[in-house]
């Protein structure tokens, strides 16, 4: 007897957990008015009420910039200006200096960083609406509703010099204003986007640029202590070979990361090379991913040293 009433507990708990992850079925989310593909991925998940999904998968696709520090077991977002962090187990969503607690912690589910999207979208200034007619949950960017494409995008793919216009003209600025413009077409599984960047004074944009349509992903402005003097209105995938900020080009920066990793330029995606004055040193930083890790690499601009380098699985 004592038998059986223990098969039938075991049946019960099994049949309640089947029900808690089929709640979750038919749950779309959408960025944008553009729906996320999870057939690949880990869907989303519902636990005590709250949507979780793939973290990596859901805030690229929002435009930040995101990395996990796998000491701390942190997953971090920046976007805006605006840095979110969260340690795996935790509720504490750390939102630059401040905290907010969240209902559910940060986990990892069948190997994927999971999330709790609202308070994660709603910390990096994104809008968040649920549906529940259609189970679906709706993320909207303050970019995508306040930036229109350009015109001539509708008729075609962009091309770099319309992307970088379409900053300028956002940037309130012109090409005999801006210094050391940078156009680069990134490609993504997302969709390519060209990265676009630029001084005016001492004030450095960056943009990322729907290549596709025209639209700003994303906008950022800082000021810098230090221009760097790299000649105007250069582009494809990282400085051109015959532009030296030191002793190395930036072409050499790349080929040294590519090879301590061991791999082709064609072998990697996101693959971005910048110049950089840190503590008065002359640096450049290279950036790639190869399949989900991502490496970032800090060389010396004057002997091609590695300085750093860091690989974040997620």
Request: glycine share 6%; net charge negative; proline share 4%.
């Amino acid at each position: 007897m004592k038998k059986m009433c223990g098969i039938a507990l075991a049946a019960i708990f099994v049949l309640s957990a089947v029900g808690a992850v089929a709640a979750a079925d038919g749950i779309k989310v959408t960025v944008n008015n553009e729906v996320i593909d999870f057939s690949a991925d880990q869907p989303p998940v519902i636990q005590n009420g709250r949507t979780l999904v793939p973290f990596r998968t859901v805030f690229e696709k929002l435009g930040s910039k995101v990395s996990w520090d796998d000491s701390t077991k942190t997953c971090k977002a920046s976007y805006g200006g605006v840095d979110v962090s969260m340690q795996i187990d935790s509720t504490v969503v750390a939102v630059g200096g401040k905290t907010v607690v969240s209902d559910v912690p940060a986990q990892i589910i069948n190997g994927r960083t999971m999330v709790p999207l609202r308070v994660f979208s709603e910390s990096i200034g994104a809008n968040v609406s649920w549906n529940n007619e259609t189970k679906t949950v709706s993320i909207t960017t303050l970019q995508s509703s306040s930036v229109q494409p350009a015109p001539s995008a509708v008729a075609a793919p962009i091309s770099e010099e319309e992307a970088k216009n379409i900053a300028f003209e956002n940037a309130g600025t012109d090409s005999s204003q801006a210094s050391n413009a940078v156009v680069r077409l990134d490609r993504e599984y997302s969709g390519d986007h060209y990265d676009v960047s630029f001084f005016v004074g001492n004030t450095e944009y960056e943009y990322e640029i729907n290549a596709a349509t025209g639209e700003i992903i994303s906008m950022d402005k800082e000021i810098k202590d230090n221009v760097p003097n790299v000649p105007n209105n250069h582009s494809s995938h990282s400085v051109a070979p015959s532009v030296s900020a030191g002793s190395i080009t930036a072409e050499q920066a790349k080929q040294i990361a590519l090879g301590a990793v061991g791999v082709t330029e064609a072998q990697t995606r996101q693959l971005k090379t910048e110049y950089d004055i840190d503590d008065g040193r002359e640096i450049y930083e290279v950036e790639f991913y190869v399949d989900r890790t991502e490496y970032s690499f800090e060389i010396s601009a004057a002997d091609g040293t590695i300085l750093s380098r860091e690989a974040d699985n997620d």
